[in-house]
């Protein structure tokens, strides 16, 4: 009985947690649309960086850099993440 109790508040904060949670704008398609490039990038950035810690040629970890480099440049043009 006590596993039922438990199931249940777990439901119980689940839905206050989704409750509480203040409404969000819609956004544009522009919007929509730069979000996913940024998260694109910042997922390639993340591999990136990765894979330059793991490299063991120079000149592997030197095109490594370079492309850190770029993906950063890209980032930057996007423009500061918004939160909302």
């Given at each position: 009985m006590a596993r039922g109790f438990e199931s249940k508040d777990v439901e119980y904060q689940q839905?206050?947690?989704?409750?509480?949670?203040?409404?969000s704008r819609a956004l544009t398609p522009e919007q929509r649309d730069v979000q996913a490039r940024r998260r694109t990038l910042e997922l390639s950035l993340a591999r990136a960086r990765a894979d330059c810690a793991a490299a063991t040629s120079a000149a592997h970890r030197r095109m490594l850099?370079?492309?850190?480099?770029?993906?950063?440049?890209?980032?930057?043009?996007?423009g500061p993440a918004s939160t909302g």
């Open positions: 839905a206050e947690k989704e409750r509480a949670k203040p409404p850099e370079q492309a850190i480099g770029a993906l950063e440049d890209q980032l930057g043009r996007l």
